[in-house]
């Protein structure tokens, strides 16, 4: 190996026969270090029973700052970064040297990469929709390069693409000011300023799509921006407002699900359960194929729990069970349709839930909470009930 590159995995083999112990396949061990002070141990597996070949992989993960011993062998990481050195050793314990061991050590570099600049450039177009177009990828390209580096934390150089992208897009108004450029141009200057935290000038880009052109393509998803915007600067109640323009404008957008789960779990958090109850149903009605179905259905359980209405709470709980059976959120309904049974006051309810749960769901975390509920002297009494109308 004479480089590897972050964000790709570096595959390790070991031939040692020694290392052949058992008839299943054994482990072996290598110390991987990185100059930036990374320092983990990563376990190598036996191809087979007895082949003498061990390997194994690990992924490198980009951080300026590791963290040594912090490694997972399941799903094995190093952190390095670009222009890092990683060294690989292994000891056979059993080498047929004088000293009886042997060191076999490995360095590895990684690929400092390359620097790229997006710049625009001088030719002079004849079609103006073929200059605007390669603005925009100027633009975009901009764009891309700020999520790349706000992945690896580079947080100067993601500001840096930013600002330079706001600038294409200022271009391209000054030199081509057609108003059937305005939505594009203003959607990704939202989406600008919206990331550089400026959600006034991001609020008033998006403004200018939603007011002015309504019925553009991007019109939905500026709407949704525009809330977005209130809601991460704090402002809920004017988000909650644009939220709602939303539902009621584009009733058929596919953007109105997430919407709808954003204002029920607002009010779930400043502890309106009812209202969040009611917003989370009518969600299910409207989507109950959507993928965070059963996340909503289980989260409008708990609000009514949260609400005191233990046996609406125990009713839905039920009723998720029955219609997402195979959820991984299953024994978890279980165990609050028995909680809210028990609260409410009904125990025959309550037992059933709770036995359901431990027997169907034995290996589960919840179970175990189930299997305590059902030593509650009112538990023991629903058991006893239970075994005199079997005899």
């Not at 993601?158 to 897009?169: H, I, K």
Request: charged share 30%; glycine share 6%; with cysteine.
């Amino acid at each position: 190996v004479v480089a590897v590159h972050v964000g790709e995995r570096l595959f390790l083999k070991v031939v040692d026969a020694d290392l052949d112990l058992t008839p299943d396949r054994d482990k072996a061990k290598v110390r991987i270090r990185t100059k930036r002070g990374e320092e983990e141990t990563v376990e190598l597996e036996e191809t087979l029973g007895h082949s003498g070949v061990f390997t194994g992989s690990v992924l490198l993960k980009p951080s300026e700052k590791p963290t040594a011993g912090n490694i997972k062998q399941e799903t094995p990481e190093i952190e390095c970064f670009f222009g890092d050195t990683i060294e690989i050793l292994y000891v056979d314990e059993r080498a047929s040297s004088s000293e009886g061991r042997l060191e076999s050590l490995i360095t590895v570099a990684v690929v400092i990469g390359t620097d790229g600049k997006v710049q625009a450039f001088s030719k002079t177009f004849a079609n103006e929709a073929l200059a605007v177009e390669t603005q925009f990828h100027i633009a975009e390209s901009h764009f891309e390069l700020f999520k790349s580096h706000q992945a690896i934390n580079r947080e100067t150089e993601a500001r840096a693409d930013l600002e330079s992208g706001r600038r294409v897009l200022r271009e391209v108004i000054e030199d081509y000011p057609n108003p059937k450029y305005t939505p594009r141009v203003s959607y990704l200057l939202g989406q600008f300023a919206q990331e550089l935290k400026q959600y006034g000038e991001a609020v008033q880009a998006y403004q200018t799509i939603v007011k002015q052109f309504p019925d553009h393509v991007l019109a939905p998803e500026a709407q949704f921006k525009l809330a977005q915007c209130y809601e991460e600067a704090g402002e809920f109640n004017q988000a909650l407002e644009a939220y709602v323009t939303l539902a009621a404008t584009y009733p058929k957008h596919p953007l109105i699900s997430s919407v709808m789960i954003r204002i029920s779990e607002h009010f779930y958090k400043v502890e309106n359960f009812k209202i969040a109850a009611q917003v989370g149903e009518k969600y299910l009605d409207k989507f109950n194929t959507d993928k965070l179905a059963s996340k909503m259905a289980f989260r409008v359980g708990q609000c009514y729990y949260k609400d005191k209405q233990y046996t609406k709470a125990a009713e839905t709980f039920e009723q998720f069970v029955k219609q997402f059976r195979d959820d991984p959120l299953g024994p978890d309904a279980l165990f609050w349709a028995g909680e809210s049974f028990r609260t409410a006051g009904n125990m025959k309810k309550a037992f059933q839930n709770y036995n359901k749960c431990r027997w169907d769901f034995p290996a589960s975390e919840i179970a175990k909470y189930a299997r305590g509920r059902l030593a509650l002297p009112e538990m023991l009494r629903q058991f006893e009930e239970a075994t005199n109308l079997e005899k």
